[in-house]
């Protein structure tokens, strides 16, 4: 798993490889998180299968205890697909008390420093139609639409209806 590092802003932010003993914390974010949240067997099949996951926590400051610089706290995740040519985003996530702070674009940002990083000439998403901050972000940080999944996402348990996915993608620029 290659390493990320921090992206500016006002808390440096410290990428740290997922471990089992992090999935009861990074559910508790999942779960207040997503419509069809995933479950902890998803995020253990992510890690056994050796997909790149990260808990996102503020960079160590040992002054910063019991406060949301502590680095105890989990603001975020992401989980990655590597494939030959091509970085698959299949799940990102911060703390809903964080959101509008940056976070996302500076985790983004790190993702496609990576896939340049390891020779990735693109990064693919998918993101419902609904969730329109998360579409917003990836059309501002230049993702553009290559197709839709139809029926993808679970929408209701209830009615047992699906949404389709907008599959996006982004050319990441190579060093020569």
Same mark, same amino acid.
């Given at each position: 798993?290659?390493?990320?590092?921090?992206?500016?802003?006002?808390?440096?932010?410290?990428?740290?490889?997922?471990?089992?003993?992090?999935? &009861?914390?990074?559910?508790?974010?999942?779960s207040?998180?997503?419509?069809?949240?995933?479950?902890?067997?998803?995020?253990?099949?992510?890690?056994?299968?050796?997909?790149?996951?990260?808990?996102?926590? !503020?960079?160590?400051?040992?002054?910063?205890?019991?406060?949301?610089?502590?680095?105890? +706290?989990?603001?975020?995740?992401?989980?990655?697909f590597?494939?030959?040519? $091509?970085?698959?985003?299949?799940?990102?996530?911060?703390?809903?008390?964080?959101?509008?702070?940056?976070?996302?674009?500076?985790?983004?940002?790190?993702i496609?420093?990576?896939?340049?990083?390891?020779?990735? !000439?693109?990064?693919?998403?998918?993101?419902?139609?609904?969730?329109?901050?998360?579409?917003?972000?990836?059309?501002?940080?230049?993702?553009?639409? +290559?197709?839709?999944?139809?029926?993808?996402?679970?929408a209701?348990?209830?009615?047992?209806?699906?949404? &389709?996915?907008?599959?996006m993608?982004?050319?990441?620029?190579? $060093?020569?």
């Amino acid at each position: 798993m290659p390493g990320l590092s921090s992206v500016g802003g006002e808390a440096e932010l410290a990428f740290l490889p997922m471990q089992p003993a992090d999935l &009861d914390e990074v559910l508790k974010i999942e779960s207040v998180s997503h419509i069809h949240p995933w479950t902890k067997g998803n995020f253990s099949d992510s890690l056994a299968a050796g997909h790149w996951a990260y808990c996102i926590r !503020p960079q160590v400051d040992h002054t910063a205890k019991g406060s949301y610089l502590d680095p105890a +706290i989990l603001w975020a995740y992401c989980v990655l697909f590597p494939a030959v040519d $091509e970085l698959h985003l299949l799940n990102i996530t911060v703390s809903p008390h964080l959101r509008k702070l940056g976070l996302g674009q500076r985790m983004m940002a790190a993702i496609e420093g990576v896939a340049a990083q390891q020779k990735m !000439p693109r990064i693919i998403l998918e993101v419902r139609p609904t969730n329109a901050s998360a579409l917003a972000l990836y059309q501002k940080l230049g993702y553009e639409q +290559i197709g839709v999944r139809k029926n993808y996402y679970p929408a209701s348990p209830v009615t047992g209806s699906r949404e &389709d996915a907008l599959v996006m993608a982004k050319s990441i620029k190579l $060093e020569p």
